[in-house]
Nanobody, 118 residues
C-alpha cells in the first residue's frame, strides 16, 4: 500500500490550494484519514482528520479556512485550504489507517510542500 500526496506549491497570502492524497495497492478498507504538517524547526502536527463515517476535526488555527473531505470510491483524501497565511507554510503529509484484510496499520504519504509568501 502506498499514499501519494500532491497539490502543494507557492501561493500568496490569502490564496487557496487543494491538496490530494491517493491510496493505492491492495486495500480492504480505510478507516480514518488525516493531514499533518511540519514547519521548519517544528514538530509535526495534526491539521485535520476525517473518520470513515465522514466526521471531521480540525486544529483550532485552521478552523473555518481548511476543509478535509474524502472520496471512498477513489481511496482519496483532500484538503481544501483558503485564506492561507504565512504560518501555514510547511510540508503537508497525508496519513491513513488501512487494512489489507490481514493487518491494519497506519501509512504515511511522502509530503508536499506548501509555501505561503508574497
Amino acid at each position: 500500500v502506498q499514499l501519494q500526496a500532491y497539490g502543494g506549491g507557492l501561493v500568496q497570502p490569502g490564496g487557496s490550494l487543494r491538496l490530494s492524497c491517493a491510496a493505492s495497492g491492495y486495500i480492504f478498507s480505510i478507516d480514518a484519514m488525516a493531514w499533518y504538517r511540519q514547519a521548519p524547526g517544528k514538530q509535526r502536527e495534526l491539521v485535520a482528520r476525517i473518520a470513515s463515517d465522514g466526521s471531521t476535526n480540525y486544529r483550532d488555527s485552521v478552523k473555518g479556512r481548511f476543509t478535509i473531505s474524502r472520496d471512498n470510491a477513489k481511496n482519496t483524501v483532500y484538503l481544501q485550504m483558503v485564506s492561507l497565511k504565512p504560518e501555514d507554510t510547511a510540508v503537508y503529509y497525508c496519513n491513513a489507517y488501512i487494512s489489507d484484510g490481514l493487518t491494519r496499520r497506519t501509512y504515511w504519504g511522502q509530503g508536499t510542500l506548501v509555501t505561503v509568501s508574497s
